[in-house]
């Protein structure tokens, strides 16, 4: 397996390193590296479940970025790693900060130390046999997110434990949206907090079994309903 991967250019470092200081201040944990074909799928967690009896949804959300075949270190170039967000955000930091003026040359990065043990990232969306259902507009995302970040700022005084905070947002952000009962406002939280949503922006829906995908032109927004959630 390759220890390191090359993005095209600084730009698209510097890209890699907006996403993941967004994913960052949503939460301070792990994200997940999938590389292949010449392309880099990097997912982070927005929310998901505490535990078997937590009906929280999967919110991911997904950058893709386009990889120089051929400069690896060592084996094809394919790997599916699971690292710490501010390790890799540390290490894409020291890059830009190295980086020449020639930006169209080719940036490589290390990959950190693996983390075994996140219950998400085992869970990987299907490829294909996406259909495509009504589309949201980006300002209904915007506003539902805006709205349950006031809310969840309102129901969770300093100091609260661990696990309330947890069951308030879960709560909160695994509420449909109105009008669009497959979308809960964990989504449209995921796509605001990482940056996917613009002005004019009309966000494509698709769904296959108990997955959602809301796609924007800066990435996507991956949502998988609990079991039980499906048959409410």
Excluded: C
């Amino acid at each position: 397996m390759s220890r390191s991967f090359t993005l095209v250019d600084s730009l698209a470092l510097g890209d890699l390193h907006v996403f993941l200081g967004r994913a960052l201040r949503v939460e301070d944990g792990s994200v997940r590296l999938i590389a292949g074909s010449g392309v880099l799928a990097v997912y982070v967690s927005v929310l998901h479940p505490a535990g078997l009896l937590d009906e929280s949804p999967t919110v991911l959300g997904l950058r893709t970025f386009a990889l120089v075949r051929g400069a690896e270190d060592e084996g094809d170039g394919s790997f599916d790693v699971v690292v710490p967000t501010r390790s890799l955000l540390m290490r894409a930091e020291g890059k830009l900060e190295a980086a020449t003026a020639a930006v169209a040359e080719p940036v490589s990065v290390s990959l950190p130390l693996e983390v075994n043990s996140v219950s998400w990232a085992a869970i990987s969306p299907p490829r294909g046999g996406w259909l495509a259902l009504e589309s949201v507009a980006s300002g209904t995302l915007d506003a539902v997110a805006r709205a349950g970040i006031d809310e969840v700022a309102a129901a969770i005084p300093t100091g609260t434990g661990e696990q309330i905070v947890h069951r308030v947002r879960s709560e909160i952000w695994g509420r449909p949206l109105t009008g669009f009962d497959h979308i809960p406002g964990g989504a449209a939280f995921a796509a605001l907090s990482l940056g996917f949503l613009g002005d004019d922006d009309v966000v494509a829906v698709y769904e296959t079994g108990p997955w959602t995908r809301l796609t924007t032109r800066r990435g996507h927004i991956l949502v998988k309903r609990r079991a039980w959630a499906l048959a409410r």
